[in-house]
């Protein structure tokens, strides 16, 4: 078992739609949790940092860390052509720059205009 | 802020030559950096830890001989493959974060190619 899963899609969503990407994972001492969009070609970029469970909204991206079902969502509203990319989570044990991020496998986006 | 960028985007180069890749942090001193590879279609897989001053660490089943990494400053880590063959052919990133800062930053990116 993978220590981050992820559902490596595809996804195609139109224009417009709300977006909903999950990923589960099986070590509960993970604390930081990431989202990371990458286009093709392209090294990924942060979208959404979390530290350990509760919500965070920033503009259409919204992230979810449910710690308790070791579940984490990322929530794209009023989704664009441009949104169209993979998506993939990231998760830590500890804070710090030393420290390992473990990624899921990626979900790839396609939003359709 | 928290700016990486890598050097060069793309190389081509003929088997049996070296290649190296340059990962700065822009803004920031990072005194650990990560190299990863990934296969199209495919999450990002961990090569190794720079760690500024002394040897890398390398994930298990990665050549330490075939990938160099040195990491002589604060802003400045390298990755030379060295004798590449068409194998080595991939896409290589690299990412670091600013102290204290659990998220990473990652570079454009690398594609290599080995003809």
């Known amino acids: 078992q993978k220590e981050v899963e992820q559902d490596p899609g595809p996804l195609s969503v139109p224009e417009g739609a709300i977006v909903s990407l999950n990923c589960t994972y099986s070590?509960?001492?993970?604390?930081?949790f990431m989202w990371y969009r990458q286009y093709s070609r392209k090294g990924p970029e942060l979208l959404m940092y979390?530290?350990?469970?509760g919500n965070k909204e920033d503009g259409r991206f919204t992230a979810q860390v449910d710690k308790s079902s070791k579940y984490i969502s990322l929530f794209i509203r009023d989704s664009q052509p441009s949104d169209s990319a993979t998506y993939l989570c990231?998760?830590?044990?500890?804070?710090?720059?030393?420290?390992?991020?473990?990624f899921g496998t990626g979900t790839l986006l396609a939003v359709q205009p | 802020g928290a700016v990486v960028s890598q050097h060069p985007s793309w190389v081509i180069c003929k088997s049996g030559t070296s290649v190296k890749i340059e990962c700065r942090s822009l803004?920031?001193?990072?005194?650990?950096m990560f190299w990863y590879r990934q296969f199209p279609k495919q999450s990002l897989m961990l090569m190794a830890t720079?760690?500024?001053?002394?040897?890398?660490?390398?994930e298990q089943g990665v050549e330490k001989d075939k990938f160099l990494i040195n990491h002589a400053s604060l802003t400045l880590s390298t990755l030379t493959v060295t004798s590449a063959h068409p194998e080595d052919s991939s896409f290589y990133i690299c990412?670091?974060?600013?102290?204290?800062?659990?998220?990473?930053?990652f570079g454009q990116g690398t594609r290599l190619t080995v003809v």
């Open positions: 803004d920031f001193q990072a005194t650990t």
């Open positions: 720079s760690n500024e001053g002394s040897k890398a660490t390398y």
């Open positions: 070590n509960s001492a993970f604390q930081y």
């Open positions: 979390t530290y350990s469970s």
């Open positions: 990412s670091a974060s600013p102290s204290g800062r659990a998220e990473a930053f």
């Open positions: 990231a998760m830590s044990l500890y804070g710090g720059a030393t420290n390992k991020l473990i």
